[in-house]
Nanobody, 120 residues
Framework: QVQLVESGGGLVQPGGSLRLSCAAS????????MGWYRQAPGKERELVAT???????NYADSMKGRFTISRDNAKNTVYLQMNSLKPEDTAIYYC??????????????WGQGTQVTVSS
């Protein structure tokens, strides 16, 4: 199995910043892609950003210029730096990875989610 543990969520005022972290552990050969998704109340889960092993990134349009995804391959950790936060960024943020495991399988895994609330 692969476990994802997120941290860094919380309450922040509009215009503020937060940094989320997600550490993966388990029988991993490689984390092919890592990313962040979010789900606001009453809405479907949506893409925030993804990053490949080589560092290639992809962002949802509404996050471009405000959010930055990065990863530390040695630590199997992905980060999401969120700046200029808006109330509409309030959601549960989920870490996701496509992992190549020691047993040869490739599977998709989700973290438990971390709450981000943007409010004055």
């Amino acid at each position: 199995q692969v476990q994802l543990v997120e941290s860094g969520g919380g309450l922040v005022q509009p215009g503020g910043s937060l940094r989320l972290s997600c550490a993966a552990s388990g029988s991993i050969i490689r984390l092919i892609k890592m990313g962040w998704y979010r789900q606001a109340p009453g809405k479907e889960r949506e893409l925030v950003a993804t990053i490949t092993t080589a560092g290639g990134t992809n962002y949802a349009d509404s996050m471009k210029g405000r959010f930055t995804i990065s990863r530390d391959n040695a630590k199997n950790t992905v980060y999401l730096q969120m700046n200029s936060l808006k109330p509409e960024d309030t959601a549960i943020y989920y870490c996701n990875t496509k992992a190549w495991r020691i047993d040869g399988t490739i599977n998709n895994y989700w973290g438990q989610g971390t709450q981000v609330t943007v409010s004055s």
